[in-house]
């Protein structure tokens, strides 16, 4: 069983800051990719950043340069530094593993309950 635990959402004024956290635990062999994604009300679910082992990381376009994923790879953990919070940043934040929990197999795909991100005056 892998869980994936995310913390660190909350209301944030234009222009704040938030950190989110996401630690995975459980039967863990390799994490290869992790990553966030958001869904905001009435909208698809969308990556904000992704991170993988070799320690390459991808952003949507909407929040390059504002927000940063990264990772400790002994925890593991990922992080998601959010700067110059918008209005059209709040959604529910979902952390994405890609976990294998044996030698031999697949990388399967896991996801935490999600966090609640909203940014209001």
């Known amino acids: 069983q892998v869980q994936l635990v995310e913390s660190g959402g909350g209301l944030v004024q234009p222009g704040g800051s938030l950190r989110l956290s996401c630690s995975a635990s459980?039967?863990?062999?390799?994490?290869?990719?992790m990553g966030w994604y958001r869904q905001a009300p009435g909208k698809q679910r969308e990556l904000v950043a992704a991170n993988t082992i070799g320690g390459s990381t991808n952003y949507a376009d909407s929040v390059k340069g504002r927000f940063t994923i990264s990772r400790d790879n002994f925890k593991n953990t990922v992080f998601l530094q959010m700067n110059s919070l918008k209005p059209e940043d709040t959604a529910v934040y979902y952390c994405?593993?890609?976990?294998?929990?044996?030698?031999?197999?697949?990388?399967?795909?896991?996801w935490g309950q999600g966090t609640q991100v909203t940014v209001s005056s």
């Open positions: 994405n593993a890609a976990i294998k929990t044996a030698a031999i197999g697949p990388h399967n795909e896991y």
């Open positions: 459980g039967t863990i062999f390799s994490i290869y990719g």
